[in-house]
């Protein structure tokens, strides 16, 4: 699923392309997309995007008042609207020329774009694809303000919280750091890949319970969130340049732990291990972070019971 530094890379392309520019219309293929009815999507049409936000993982796209609707849009002429979409696990925009087909069997929408400052010059097409069989990526138009506060999830923004917040929302609940660190109620935008990374730069165990964590321990969390977050939106945005973000992807090069399970730490060389648990998993550098102690993995921990190996040593011993 793409993460805060993901949503904020396509976030500044989109700015550069669709701020001050008119929505001239919408194709919507894939049925399961559009998730409201009232106000049409149709009463975007014609309408000038004057910002494009960061929601936690979703992009909001904002139609002031005061722009024509379009075809059955003059009872919201008056309102604010806003376009709130969520790419969830596989949704992914590309940029295209005007007018550009919806991609065969992944593609769900196509955006079509007037030039900035420039309504009756078309400047490009936003498609939007979702790859698999289920198609979970959600768009919703909602009126003002208090409709979008209904998709905030009310987490504190990670990049800009000083340590006392980021303290408080961290350690709200006991729970594993894992979860509290990817729960969109305490902390906007961390999922699964940025999560392991945070944990890896902070040398802490994804099972530590946020109730056990000393000052130093949060000082630290804290500074590694800002550090990953911040140099990775640096990263990217500079890949992508003046272009649009073509491969976002939760398994980079670059990663220090995510998706490399068995390669070496970066930092200490140990093999990277994993916990895994439904569709996820979890990976994280023994030596690193839990001391040199392997975390039971539920699949074969549970199999393997007391011939699971407890360190990196009985694992290699094995």
């Given at each position: 699923m793409p993460e805060l530094p993901?949503?904020?890379?396509?976030?500044a392309a989109l700015r550069m392309r669709v701020v001050g520019a008119r929505l001239l219309d919408t194709r919507v293929r894939g049925i399961?997309?559009?998730k409201t009815y009232d106000p049409p999507l149709e009463a975007l049409h014609g309408r000038e995007c004057r910002e494009v936000r960061r929601l936690g993982k979703r992009l909001v796209f904002a139609f002031p008042a005061g722009v024509p609707g379009g075809p059955g849009g003059t009872a919201t002429d008056g309102e604010d609207l806003f376009?709130?979409?969520h790419l969830m696990i596989a949704g992914r925009l590309a940029w295209a020329k005007p007018g550009a087909a919806v991609p065969g069997r992944v593609g769900l929408a196509a955006f079509d774009w007037s030039t900035p400052d420039d309504p009756e010059t078309p400047g490009g097409t936003l498609l939007l694809r979702e790859a698999g069989t289920k198609k979970r990526a959600s768009l919703h138009v909602v009126r003002g303000e208090e409709g979008l506060a209904d998709h905030d999830r009310g987490g504190i923004e990670p990049l800009s919280a000083d340590l006392d917040d980021f303290a408080a929302a961290l350690t709200e609940e006991n729970r594993t750091l894992k979860r509290a660190l990817t729960d969109p109620r305490r902390l906007s935008g961390i999922g699964n890949a940025f999560s392991d990374e945070i944990l890896h730069a902070a040398g802490?165990?994804?099972v530590q319970r946020t109730a056990h964590l000393d000052a130093g321990q949060?000082?630290?969390l804290h500074a590694a969130t800002q550090q990953v977050l911040g140099d990775w939106v640096a990263r990217l945005r500079e890949a992508t340049g003046d272009g649009f973000p073509e491969k976002v992807t939760a398994f980079r090069e670059g990663f220090a732990v995510h998706g490399r399970y068995g390669e070496p730490c970066p930092v200490c060389g140990t093999a990277v291990q994993r916990i895994r648990y439904a569709d996820n998993e979890t990976n994280y550098c023994p030596g690193c972070q839990t001391g040199g102690r392997l975390l039971a993995d539920r699949s074969l921990s549970r199999l393997?019971?007391?011939?699971?190996p407890r360190t990196v040593d009985e694992l290699e011993g094995a």
């Open positions: 993901d949503i904020e890379d396509y976030r399961s997309l559009l376009a709130v979409l802490l165990s994804p949060l000082a630290r393997l019971k007391d011939d699971w």
